[in-house]
């Protein structure tokens, strides 16, 4: 037996006192029994190696116990198949931990007295009120001894799989880090709507729609394990954002969207509905993915771009307009509109354009160096990096691009082209090229279809 008794928690009685293997429909599990307060045995099915140090943050289910569900295949609650959802999830992963918390049935207060709440639920009230009619707490669960089973087997960063954020919490409170929050993949059924809605309601669990939501992960730096995905769009987000999601320190990329034939816009400048919605919204995620967007004065003119984020979730980036000139009308809606802060980039030669009037707050005005082929992409990227903004989206228009990629400065080229022919227009890119075929630029890419677009993205760089 392992003395258990090495972190601050009210579980100094708990003891590991079995270890053995169970087979099931998932795959093989090592199980390990522990003994907690007065006699109470818990069970954790392993596999792997879930110790925080030796990779990202296991799956790991804290399972309460519930025998109608679990056992006895009710549908009044989704315990059952959520219990048989983390298996799968954790074998599909190879790596992972489910802590089956005994003590827990009827969210603490014991078995009959929850088949008692269930009778009175028939009668209309809801689960909740259930509970305090009958004098106990809506959630009477204690975590003390599921935190001190984590930390017997390493576990103490985690991905936790729950629609509940209050498990989280109770055992962050136990020193066990919850790096990521996850749904196990089960839906309502009609038998449970009601029960499952009340939940969500009045006890803060996620609702479908809102987990897992492999999204704000990305955001946030962390690539979810495919195995706990639900939906097959989730699947495509990771896949397609998932290398950027990842890459650490600087970074930049490029995103353009032309006609087959080349052409980013029409010759009068017409390109604001070149590709489709489903192209829009890859553009804003990338937007959401970045620092900085840069774009050339022309296209600011030209669509008077807003530059934020709207078809996504994500924090908007630093609007970057790079303007030798400082030709940038004071009506354009980056130099109008707060909602992000704008670094206009002017020559060191052009006329001072605070003279006219000054801009507003989230304006700043910082002169670069420009010669007659414009700002030089590493002059433009240190002054970003400078700044904080390490991760940069340079989105247009054509000749900004080329030249970004002519200097050999961008990590991913992503371009979207929209099933148009245009015949003669505004180029998208155009760099001095190879006289031979074989000394073309080619780079590892891949593909996915946009709508009726097709974007392919380049990889250029290591990132
Ligand atoms: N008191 C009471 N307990 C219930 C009722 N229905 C299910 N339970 C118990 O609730 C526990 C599971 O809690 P849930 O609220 O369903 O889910 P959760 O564990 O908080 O969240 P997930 O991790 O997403 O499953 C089990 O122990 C069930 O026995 C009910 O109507 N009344
Ligand atoms: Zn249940």
């Given at each position: 037996m392992t003395d258990l008794d090495h972190t601050r928690t009210a579980h100094s009685t708990l003891q590991r006192s079995v270890e053995t293997r169970l087979p099931t429909r998932h795959g093989t599990f090592r199980m390990m029994g522990y003994e907690g307060a007065g006699g109470l045995g818990h069970v954790a099915l392993v596999m792997g190696d879930v110790e925080s140090s030796s990779g990202p943050p296991p799956?790991?289910?804290?399972?309460?116990?519930?025998?109608?569900?679990?056992?006895?295949?009710?549908?009044?609650?989704?315990?059952?198949?959520?219990?048989?959802?983390a298996l799968a999830a954790i074998a599909a992963e190879g790596r992972g931990a489910l802590i089956y918390a005994r003590g827990h049935e009827g969210r603490g207060i014991g078995l009959l007295a929850k088949l008692h709440a269930y009778a009175l639920q028939d009668t209309g009230v809801d689960t909740v009120d259930a509970n305090l009619r009958l004098g106990y707490p809506a959630d009477a669960r204690d975590y003390s001894e599921v935190a001190g089973i984590l930390h017997d087997l390493g576990a103490t960063r985690i991905t936790l799989l729950t629609?509940?954020?209050?498990?989280?919490?109770?055992?962050?409170?136990?020193?066990?880090?919850?790096?990521?929050?996850?749904?196990?993949?089960?839906?309502?059924?009609?038998?449970?709507?009601?029960?499952?809605?009340?939940k969500r309601r009045r006890m803060r669990h996620d609702a479908i729609s809102a987990l897992p939501d492999a999204w704000s992960m990305l955001l946030a730096g962390q690539v979810p394990p495919m195995s706990a995905l639900t939906s097959d769009a989730e699947r495509e987000l990771v896949e397609r954002y998932?290398?950027?999601?990842?890459?650490?320190?600087?970074?930049?990329?490029?995103?353009?969207?032309?006609s087959i034939d080349g052409f980013i816009a029409s010759r009068t400048g017409d390109g604001a509905r070149l590709t489709g919605e489903v192209d829009h919204t890859h553009l804003h995620r990338l937007r959401a993915q970045v620092d900085a967007v840069v774009v050339g004065a022309s296209t600011v003119i030209a669509d008077d771009a807003r530059l934020t984020v709207r078809l996504t979730a994500g924090a908007h980036p630093v609007r970057v307009v790079l303007d030798p000139r400082a030709r940038l009308p004071r009506?354009?809606?980056?130099?109008?509109?707060?909602?992000?802060?704008?670094?206009?980039?002017i020559g060191d030669e052009a006329p001072d354009p605070t003279e006219v009037a000054n801009p507003l707050p989230h304006v700043s005005v910082?002169?670069?160096?420009?010669?007659?082929?414009?700002?030089?992409?590493?002059?433009?990227?240190?002054?970003?990096?400078?700044?904080?903004?390490?991760?940069?989206?340079?989105?247009?228009?054509?000749?900004?691009?080329?030249?970004?990629?002519?200097?050999?400065?961008?990590?991913?080229?992503?371009?979207?082209?929209?099933?148009?022919?245009?015949?003669?227009?505004?180029?998208?890119l155009r760099f001095n090229g190879s006289p031979r075929l074989a000394e073309a630029v080619r780079a590892p890419n891949r593909r996915w279809n946009l709508g009726e677009d097709v974007c392919t993205e380049f990889v250029l760089a290591d990132s």
């Open positions: 799956l790991v289910r804290v399972h309460s116990e519930c025998l109608t569900g679990d056992a006895l295949g009710s549908y009044r609650c989704d315990c059952g198949e959520q219990l048989q959802a629609a509940n954020p209050e498990k989280g919490e109770r055992l962050n409170d136990y020193g066990i880090e919850v790096a990521a929050r996850r749904r196990p993949a089960v839906e309502d059924r009609p038998e449970n709507a009601f029960y499952l809605d009340t998932g290398p950027l999601a990842q890459a650490t320190g600087a970074l930049t990329i490029a995103q353009m969207g032309q009506t354009a809606h980056v130099l109008t509109e707060s909602e992000a802060p704008t670094l206009w980039i910082v002169r670069a160096p420009v010669s007659e082929r414009g700002f030089a992409p590493a002059d433009v990227l240190a002054l970003l990096h400078e700044r904080g903004l390490e991760r940069v989206l340079v989105e247009g228009g054509g000749r900004l691009v080329s030249a970004f990629l002519a200097a050999g400065a961008l990590d991913r080229l992503f371009i979207t082209v929209a099933p148009v022919l245009i015949g003669d227009g505004v180029p998208g």
